[in-house]
């Protein structure tokens, strides 16, 4: 039998190679790769060719299949994510940054799920019980039906789901699991892909709903992520920045469900609370109309949400001017500036730029290419934009508009929060119902030439 080859694993990508070397030639990452041993030896590659396998049942595709049966938390927001509520027998990886609210967020969704009747079972692998249940008093929890239990052995907690059968199961955090039948640390690539594995397996295998909380590594990525990724069925990532309190969790991929829709909290401090309105949080602090502020009517999944697009131009002391962005692609400002200065002529050669969009939100629609050009423009004129108005659109490399989806709901949004013109390009379906006064934009120069009288 041949021996079993160590390898070695790039704890950024999951990517395996057979020496060990400073630099992942699949992600190009630095000094992320670990030698691990290998999962499993398994069948040698003859022995599948002489020994034949079980038929299986074949079915077909045109056989009804009823949607699946979901379970709601009566945590709107929650749900809304999961794309209506849980899944039977799924299984769902909650991603993040330490310290964001991973954990606080779950032992809410638990004690919402165990009051609509669910038995929901709460594993932490980094806190001890006694921790989870002073966090659960501070929430104002203490009195909810979830079980606890503080425990990293997976082959324990997996005999005691089996013998509990719970509805959920909560495992926090997949980082800290291990398996004695691999050898590598706990949060390793090869522990965190087994772990995961067997919990998802398990899932499936006793119709339990489990959720697994990951943690992000600074470079946005779970530990050993890719794998745990393709594995589950739902991954949502619970984002926001430090300063801010807003919290949003966002579904980035959902086998039953849109992907990209979001919940949005307030992180307080008696937990978090669910914001139904998020457009109305993300424009509270607008007062005076300022220049280099625009109003944005974007679409984050299903849901319209109206944002403020800050920019600031100023002259330049380096060589090479800044550029800065919180909250969007800083490629895509590249390509902005860029199709600002061959398309219309304005140049932000030797001034610093500094984008950012308000309340802490990312925003990765191309719809908002037009607002930023607008935002832009407005600092670098230090001409204000009207305050009751928004705008919508994507840019092409040419200059030209392109139409967006979903241009009727943004509209009624922004209706429904007392804007009353919007700026957009032309050939959107706008319908007629929102009231809002559009202008239809065909092109850059147009744009440039109509708002800001120049061109
Ligand atoms: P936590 O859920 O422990 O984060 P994670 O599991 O993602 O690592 O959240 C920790 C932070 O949340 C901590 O900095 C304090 C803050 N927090 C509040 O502001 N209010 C609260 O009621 C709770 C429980 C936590
Ligand atoms: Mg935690």
Not at 103 to 108: D, N, R
Not at 192 to 212: C, D, I, Q, Y
Not at 304 to 327: D, H
């Amino acid at each position: 039998m041949a021996k079993p080859v160590t390898q070695f694993i790039c704890s950024a990508c999951g990517a395996t190679h057979k020496k060990w070397s400073g630099r992942c030639e699949a992600c190009g990452e630095w000094n992320c790769i670990s030698e691990e041993a290998p999962l499993s030896a398994g069948p040698g590659k003859a022995a599948l060719g002489a020994a034949k396998g079980r038929r299986i049942g074949l079915s077909d595709l045109r056989t009804q299949e009823n949607p699946p049966p979901r379970r709601t938390s009566g945590m709107a927001e929650f749900d809304r994510v999961l794309g209506g509520g849980l899944v039977p027998a799924s299984a769902t990886l909650v991603g993040g940054d330490p310290g964001i609210g991973k954990s606080t967020l779950l032992l809410q969704a638990a004690a919402s799920f165990a009051r609509a009747g669910a038995k929901v079972v709460y594993v932490s692998g980094e806190e001890a019980t006694a921790q989870v249940r002073m966090r659960a008093q501070r929430l104002g929890l203490a009195d909810s039906a979830v079980m606890l239990a503080a425990e990293t052995n997976l082959r324990d907690i997996l005999t005691t789901l089996e013998a509990e059968a719970p509805d959920l199961a909560i495992i926090d955090s997949i980082q800290t699991m291990w398996l004695d039948t691999v050898e590598a640390a706990p949060g390793s690539v090869s522990q965190v892909r087994a772990s995961a594995h067997e919990l998802t397996t398990f899932a499936k295998r006793r119709g339990v709903s489990v959720m697994l909380v990951g943690h992000v590594t600074k470079e946005g990525q779970i530990a050993g992520p890719r794998v745990v990724e393709h594995m589950v069925d739902t991954v949502l990532y619970f984002e926001g920045e430090r300063g801010h309190q807003f919290r949003i969790l966002r579904s980035v991929k959902n086998r039953f469900g849109p992907a990209d829709e979001i919940g949005v909290f307030e992180m307080t401090g008696a937990g978090l609370a669910e914001v139904a309105n998020p457009s109305a949080l993300f424009l509270s602090d607008r007062d005076a109309p300022a220049p280099g502020a625009v109003v944005f009517a974007g679409m984050e999944g299903t849901r319209p949400v109206l944002v403020e697009i800050q920019a600031l131009v100023a002259p330049s002391s380096l060589s090479q001017p800044r550029r800065a962005v919180v909250g969007w692609d800083g490629g895509r400002l590249s390509m902005i500036l860029a199709v600002l200065e061959a398309r219309a002529g304005i140049s932000f050669a030797g001034l610093d730029v500094y984008l950012n969009i308000a309340g802490g939100l990312r925003i990765s629609e191309p719809a908002a290419d037009l607002a930023v050009a607008a935002a832009l423009l407005s600092a670098r004129e230090d001409t204000a934009l009207p305050r009751d108005g928004v705008i919508f659109g994507e840019l092409s490399l040419s200059g030209a508009l392109r139409p967006v989806a979903q241009a009727e709901n943004r509209l009624k949004e922004a209706a429904k929060l007392g804007f009353s013109t919007a700026i957009a390009p032309a050939g959107c379906k706008f319908g007629a119902a929102s009231g809002v006064k559009v202008q239809e934009m065909a092109d850059l120069p147009r744009f440039v030439g109509e708002i800001f009288g120049a061109g």
